[in-house]
């Protein structure tokens, strides 16, 4: 067998060169740094979204056609349902391990576009967007997009109360683009809502050209990053024209399938304990019934808060309507994702730093840049909050209105101070010259050939297999 093998890979070298890719793949080095896990956090949770998502494409029924549901949940038997939120509630019910593998799936995708988002403010903080990554920027950002409509639509699917008013809303919010809108809405919708044709144009886009775009996107994202190096926090032994850490084979190799398995156990964790999404108390939709508290996953938070908070303008400029939902669920998103879109740009444009930069930024060390990314996220944060302000009601015994105006008023001042104290911050850290503690790796004794023992180094390697070289002392 063996024999056979040494056979098929020695054919494949000399005809593809595998030898030498693979020789120096293995060979490539990755820095030892906590904050690098996680953009491999959102690969894994990738990975059991798409196994536990294959598992529930053999149950789902992408149907609005009506049927009447005899399933074992009691009270919603003899009830008339969609085909889609009846495989549904069979998943949840009849299905063996469905109700695990559909909040499996559910967990994952939160954590998915979580740890997209962390990853994404670890790069602008350290500022690991500047020449030569702003491509990888781009891509990264193009990633957060598809992740948010992946969510989105995934989570309309099972067609109950819950999802069926977040659908009502994305509806009116299509509507309100200017001049496309209406062509747009009828585009996604086949008609006025609820369209018969929203579930299943909603499935293939969540398991067909969402996932595909998402993917390719994936394969352009670690092909850069193969290609082009590392970035790395400056420390000792490191500068711009080498990487320090551990190469992918084994040591880099045996983290990640550690953390892989690390994160499918915890997600099926959280899928078996902790309830998501139960559909059945929701119940199925009815386009005119509405629930409350009704707050959609946390990542559509903002836009939720957003138009909750935003101002009642409604204007007519050349023969189209404007409407109120058009300036906090249209325009600022737009504003706010452009803005970070191109911040490699605009940056560049302002620091006139055109040079190439592989060390990365600690964020005190650029106060401007971290107090801005800290008011962007205030300004995200006002909006996620009032994104359950019913509930804050409840809970506070405050009426809704109360609790919005409190809220408008801090999303005008909350970003401003926020900055401020960042700023502050970061200058007085700045001038202590403070920098976080540094472990020493230590080092092992070895047995030298003449039978004496030396003291050998543990320091990270570079990428060319030596360890770094100590800066020699001053000459006496």
Not at 197 to 220: K, T, Y
Not at 340 to 351: A, D, M, S, Y
Not at 421 to 439: D, H, M, N, Q
Request: a neutral charge; one cysteine or more; proline letters at 6%.
């Amino acid at each position: 067998m063996s024999t056979v093998t040494e056979r098929s890979f020695k054919y494949l070298d000399e005809r593809l060169g595998t030898a030498s890719l693979a020789r120096t793949a293995l060979r490539k080095v990755f820095p030892d740094h906590w904050s690098f896990l996680l953009g491999e956090i959102a690969l894994f949770a990738l990975v059991v979204l798409i196994f536990t998502g294959v598992f529930l494409t053999f149950f789902y029924t992408p149907s609005v056609q009506e049927v009447v549901y005899d399933g074992p949940y009691a009270p919603l038997q003899g009830e008339h349902v969609t085909a889609a939120y009846d495989s549904v509630m069979r998943i949840s019910f009849e299905v063996r391990a469905g109700l695990l593998m559909r909040q499996t799936h559910h967990w994952a995708a939160l954590v998915f576009v979580a740890a997209i988002v962390i990853h994404l403010c670890r790069v602008f903080f350290t500022g690991a967007f500047r020449r030569p990554r702003e491509v990888n920027w781009l891509v990264g950002v193009g990633l957060l997009f598809l992740a948010l409509g992946e969510g989105f639509t995934g989570y309309s699917l099972p067609d109950d109360l819950l999802s069926g008013i977040g659908l009502r809303i994305f509806y009116a919010v299509t509507l309100a683009i200017p001049i496309i809108g209406t062509w747009t809405t009828y585009l996604l919708f086949g008609g006025e809502f609820p369209a018969p044709d929203i579930i299943s144009r909603l499935f293939v886009f969540h398991v067909m050209l969402l996932p595909a775009l998402l993917l390719a996107l994936v394969g352009v994202h670690i092909a850069i990053l193969v290609l082009q190096k590392h970035t790395q926090f400056p420390g000792h032994g490191r500068s711009e024209r080498n990487v320090v850490g551990k190469r992918l084979w084994p040591e880099q190799t045996f983290k990640s399938v550690s953390l892989l398995l690390f994160t499918t156990a915890i997600l099926a964790l959280l899928g078996g304990l902790a309830q998501i999404n139960p559909v059945w108390q929701y119940g199925p939709f009815e386009p005119f019934d509405v629930t409350s508290p009704a707050q959609p996953d946390w990542y559509i938070g903002f836009l939720d808060g957003a138009l909750r908070l935003g101002p009642p303008w409604d204007l007519n400029l050349f023969g189209f309507t404007i409407s109120e939902v058009f300036w906090p669920a249209v325009l600022f998103p737009a504003i706010a994702f452009g803005i970070l879109t191109v911040w490699p740009w605009i940056e560049r444009r302002f620091t006139k730093d055109r040079a190439e930069h592989h060390l990365l930024d600690r964020p005190r060390d650029t106060p401007v840049r971290t107090g801005i990314g800290a008011a962007g996220l205030m300004v995200f944060f006002i909006m996620f909050l009032e994104g359950g302000n019913d509930i804050f009601g409840v809970l506070l015994n405050v009426s809704v209105e109360t609790i919005t105006r409190i809220l408008q008023w801090g999303l005008l001042i909350a970003p401003i101070v926020t900055y401020l104290v960042t700023y502050w911050i970061c200058k007085g850290l700045s001038r202590t010259r403070l920098r976080p503690a540094e472990i020493n790796a230590g080092v092992r004794l070895s047995r030298t050939a003449d039978g004496g023992y030396e003291t050998v180094s543990l320091e990270p390697v570079s990428t060319d297999g030596e360890r770094e070289p100590t800066p020699a002392g001053p000459a006496h």
